[in-house]
């Protein structure tokens, strides 16, 4: 049905382009499995939009192929493929009701009346319309409305993939999560692959069984959200995800330890073996931890390494500890109900848990 | 007690008041007084009530003239808002042929009106006009819209075309830049027709510009009175004289202020009714549709 190939996929929005700063996206080989639900996270401006048009149709890439399943689908205008795109903010037709806008779609595709009335009331009722079916759609609330423009995604029988472009932007927040659970439900019913852009970490997380993470044009990190957690392949997706990001420490290895300042962290032979080859390589070696992993204990503690504490900030449900390290910050997040030394303490980094990183690569 | 104080806010309004009544008040008082007074001289009237009211109404050639003016305005907005509706859809969204189009397009608004007359005259004279002779020598139409009433008015609604319709152009090109791509892309998803996109989508949001230009012109059209008054003097007979142009003759020409004055009240109070009726069907149609 719907395994989407992209093969060497690169576009510029220039008609010549100069060099890589050109190109919106760089390289892309990736493949998006029939009836998966991927996450497309990054920050703004990296491409995911780009990306996203390019899949749909409504974008022609500089180079590269775009495959459904074996079909080179890369000049194919989007009414020809059978994708479903949601928006930003809510595109509905105004002077329509909302029987009439779901019917659309179907309409201009010269689908009996019969099958379109039939159609049109099975996805009402999946998306809970059904009451406001005789409404005008520009009278409703943004949340009803976004799932209208779902809804006509979904009315096409021959629909295999849905793409989402930030869609719940404009939604209240105390609406965001009954929507999230309304996309799954409809993808476990439904069946079809949903790539969700988005630029949320959280959104991303809960929604996708895989996220991509996109950085300046290029996919940086594809994984499940635990995978992202805890085994960030790039520096980036460490900041990136996680609130606060990892932690990152310019080091260098010496034996089995990493050094900063006058400070030693203890790290696992093996990895200090592959830290050490890559040094002698000339790459730039970062030590990584998270916040909830990175531990505090008093000054007098024989662990970890001298550290200063210079902020604690209540979350409610715990605290964020910005400490120094000679002329580093790093964050640590600590439970509620968990002491917190004052002034001097040591940051103890738990070797399971430390990361390193060469040249912004992870050492694995 | 208290109330007092925010009185004195009420002060700084009377400048304003006081010239607003100078300006506009006072002179249109004049006007419902000299509407109910035979004028037999500056300063000497008879209150004569609403005889000039029923004087005017009945009048036939103000019946004429006001029929004249109906076909004139209906026919020239029937033209206009279309052909311009259609233009600002081929107009590019991006890129210099944007400024260049708009430029040349806004050219006819920025001619003096009574320049618009005159240029018109010259244009389709049928001994040196260029149109004139074209038609004439060229076509082996004959053509001389000093002569002929029909010749005339097809050169009065052509010239209102020619100068008017940029302004429809502009405002409608301004609406259409209002609608995100989105739209047109989702539209492309949906495989809607080039037709559904025109009139689910652009017509629909254009709604708001619509309007003004159809008040704008309709307001203008029915007022009209330097452009067909210079070129054509009010026609061969009274074949193009307008209801301006009528009142003017009454009350400049005849210097009849009377009937004039009441004669000036019953136009403004039809440009008023018609305007409403303009805005209220306009502003319906979007909500009424779906029911």
């Known amino acids: 049905m719907a395994r989407i190939v992209l093969d060497d996929l690169a576009h510029s929005y220039r008609p010549h382009p100069a060099g890589p700063d050109d190109f919106a996206l760089k390289r892309i080989d990736t493949v998006w499995e029939d009836g998966g639900a991927y996450a497309l996270l990054g920050p703004s401006g990296c491409g995911k939009t780009t990306l996203l048009n390019i899949i749909s149709g409504l974008l022609i890439p500089s180079q590269g192929r775009v495959l459904y399943g074996e079909t080179d689908v890369t000049r194919l205008p989007p009414e020809k493929r059978n994708i479903a795109q949601v928006f930003q903010f809510p595109v509905l037709y105004d002077t329509m009701t909302v029987r009439e806008n779901l019917a659309f779609p179907l309409r201009n595709r010269g689908v009996s009346p019969a099958d379109t009335a039939k159609r049109v009331m099975e996805v009402a009722e999946a998306l809970d319309l059904v009451a406001v079916l005789d409404a005008k759609a520009s009278g409703l609330s943004a949340d009803a409305k976004q ?70 044009g290029e996919i940086v990190q594809i994984g499940t959200p635990q995978e992202l957690f805890e085994y960030p392949e790039h520096t980036f997706v460490g900041y990136f995800i996680g609130s606060p990001g990892m932690n990152l420490l310019p080091v260098t290895v010496e034996g089995d330890m990493a050094a900063i300042g006058s ?12 830290a050490r080859a890559a040094q002698a390589r000339g790459a730039k070696l970062e030590l990584g931890v998270r916040p909830m992993y990175l531990g505090l204990e008093d000054a007098g503690s024989p662990h970890g390494a001298p550290a200063r504490i210079q902020l604690v900030e209540d979350q409610g449900d715990c605290r964020i500890v910005t400490v120094g390290m000679g002329e580093v910050t790093i964050k640590a997040r600590v439970p509620e109900g968990r002491a917190i030394p004052t002034h001097e303490a040591r940051a103890v980094f738990p070797p399971e848990w430390t990361r390193m990183f060469a040249d912004g690569r992870l050492i694995k | ?68 003016q109906l076909i004139y305005s209906f026919t020239v907005l029937a033209i206009e808002i279309p052909l311009g509706i259609a233009v600002a859809l081929t107009l590019p969204a991006r890129g210099w042929g944007v400024s260049a189009c708009l430029v ?52 009065v609604m052509v010239m209102d075309v020619w100068h008017w319709t940029p302004l429809v152009i502009l405002l409608c090109y301004a609406g259409l830049q209002a609608i995100p791509e989105a739209y047109y892309q989702a539209a492309k998803i949906d495989g809607a027709s080039r037709w559904a996109v025109f009139r689910f989508i652009q017509l629909p949001k254009m709604r708001g510009v619509l309007m003004i230009a159809v008040l704008l012109r309709f307001m203008d059209s029915f007022m009209i009175y330097t452009e067909p008054f210079v070129l054509t003097g009010g026609g061969p007979g009274n074949s193009t004289t307008f209801l301006s142009q009528f009142l003017t003759k009454m009350a400049i020409g005849q210097f009849d202020l009377g009937p004039a004055a009441a004669f000036s009240l019953i136009y403004f109070l039809v440009i008023l009714l018609l305007s409403y009726i303009f805005y209220t069907v306009i502003t319906n149609l979007g909500k009424g549709v779906a029911k």
Do not use: C
Not at chain 1, 160 to 166: G, Y
């Open chain 1, 147 to 216: 799932k209208i423009s779902l809804g006509r995604g979904l009315v096409r029988s021959d629909v295999a993939a849905i793409l989402f472009d930030e869609p719940l932007t404009v939604i209240d927040p105390h609406l965001k999560w009954q929507l999230r659970r309304k996309l799954k439900e409809i993808h476990d019913r439904f069946k079809l692959t949903l790539i969700y852009v988005t630029h949320d970490q959280v959104e991303a997380m809960t929604f996708a069984d895989k996220v991509v993470v996109m950085f300046d």
């Open chain 1, 263 to 274: 400070s030693r962290i203890p790290l696992p032979a093996a990895l200090a073996e592959k």
């Open chain 2, 1 to 68: 007690m208290e109330k007092w104080e925010d009185n004195k806010a009420w002060f700084l309004v009377l400048p304003v008041f006081l010239v607003v009544a100078f300006s506009a008040i006072i002179p249109l008082m004049t006007v419902v007084n000299y509407s109910v007074q035979d004028i037999m001289a500056p300063g000497q009237g008879i209150f004569v009530g609403p005889e000039w009211y029923r004087e005017v109404l009945h009048d036939p050639r103000l019946h004429e003239a006001f029929l004249r």
């Open chain 2, 104 to 155: 040349i397009l806004a050219l006819p608004l920025l001619i003096p009106w009574n320049v618009v007359g005159t240029i018109w005259v010259v244009f389709s004279r049928p001994d040196i006009g260029l149109s004139g002779v074209t038609i004439n020598e060229l076509l082996g139409i004959p053509y001389n819209y000093t002569a002929d009433p029909m010749d005339s008015w097809l050169t």
